[in-house]
């Protein structure tokens, strides 16, 4: 049996392993959190590599990329720098090949089209797919990336001023700790709502669903969320504050959506190839997998 294992620098308590038959090969799927303790992330992955056939890398990214230009992230890279034989993935390949296309795969699934094109984004800069996918689908989209990055009430409008932002952004990320980057250990379990009035604005709330927790609004009756990583009990507070319809871009399984990064470590798992998949090879075995977006309506 092949065996994945994603490393997580997020909550102990969202851990889940499950079995499943990708491909035709049997995979064990585990997720661990470490409660932001970056010491203990880095230990499994130097404990674990060479053991298991697929390390993915949660909490961080290694690598922000935009368009074709990558940009490292070193609070990330230094968690596997003792790995050497074990692949180890972000997600950022599934980012810019499911998320890529979510709204073109999901909004046929939906009961009726979406009349209200307008979509705030919370964070764009590590999941640029999932903003291309927007756009591409003739939203008006509104990213919250200086609200959630530097606690700047700025909305940033489109694609191409986006692109500037990140250019600037990119670089100087790459050298900020982890804390600073993104929601670890217990903070994932707070929500403080702010920047309300942006997501009240459109029909869709997109992105990473930490960052949309993080200041979900007490209410947001008939919205649609569109985002990644949802257990059984976020589903259950979307429920309460009123959301429609719940879009994830990787399949769930046994009530969850696992991460990207989760997901392509199977998928690496599964190629036995003992590398990061390329992202060609990617897109053939997804298309193989037959996966698509899990589209859910709660209310």
Same mark, same amino acid.
């Given at each position: 049996m092949k065996h994945a294992v994603s490393i997580s620098l997020g909550s102990s308590t969202r851990d889940k392993t499950v079995e499943i038959e990708l491909l035709g090969e049997q995979v064990?799927?585990?997720?661990?959190?470490?409660?932001?303790?970056?010491?203990?992330?880095?230990?499994?992955?130097?404990?674990?590599?060479?053991?298991?056939?697929?390390?993915?890398?949660?909490?961080?990214e290694l690598y922000l990329r935009l368009e074709d230009r990558e940009y490292p992230l070193r609070s990330g890279l230094s968690l596997i720098r003792n790995v050497h034989k074990t692949p180890a993935v972000d997600g950022r390949g599934l980012k810019h090949t499911m998320e890529k296309r979510v709204m073109q795969m999901a909004e046929p699934l939906l009961e009726t089209p979406i009349l209200d094109r307008r979509a705030f984004m919370t964070l764009a800069v590590d999941r640029y797919g999932m903003a291309q996918s927007l756009a591409n689908a003739g939203f008006e989209v509104v990213f919250g990336d200086l609200m959630f990055g530097v606690g700047l009430p700025i909305p940033v409008r489109g694609l191409p001023a986006l692109r500037r932002l990140a250019r600037v952004l990119m670089p100087i990320m790459g050298l900020l700790p982890i804390s600073v980057l993104y929601p670890t250990g217990s903070s994932q379990e707070k929500i403080t709502p702010k920047f309300e009035s942006w997501y009240q604005w459109g029909s869709v709330v997109a992105g990473d669903f930490l960052y949309i927790k993080r200041h979900l609004p007490e209410r947001l009756p008939g919205?649609?969320?569109?985002?990644?990583?949802?257990?059984? &009990?976020?589903?259950?507070?979307? *429920?309460?504050?009123?959301? +429609?319809? =719940?879009?994830?871009?990787?399949?769930?399984?046994?009530?969850?959506?696992?991460?990207?990064?989760?997901?392509?470590?199977?998928?690496? &798992?599964?190629?036995?190839?003992? *590398?990061?998949?390329?992202? +060609?090879? =990617?897109?053939d075995m997804i298309a193989a997998a037959g996966w698509q977006p899990s589209v859910q309506k709660i209310n």
């Open positions: 064990r799927i585990e997720r661990r959190g470490c409660d932001g303790d970056e010491r203990k992330a880095q230990r499994l992955f130097t404990e674990l590599d060479g053991k298991v056939d697929a390390f993915g890398v949660g909490g961080v919205k649609i969320i569109v985002t990644n990583t949802t257990t059984a &009990a976020d589903v259950e507070l979307l *429920r309460q504050r009123g959301i +429609a319809y =719940l879009i994830t871009s990787t399949p769930r399984i046994e009530g969850r959506s696992f991460g990207t990064n989760m997901m392509e470590a199977a998928l690496t &798992a599964v190629a036995g190839k003992g *590398r990061v998949l390329t992202t +060609a090879e =990617l897109e």
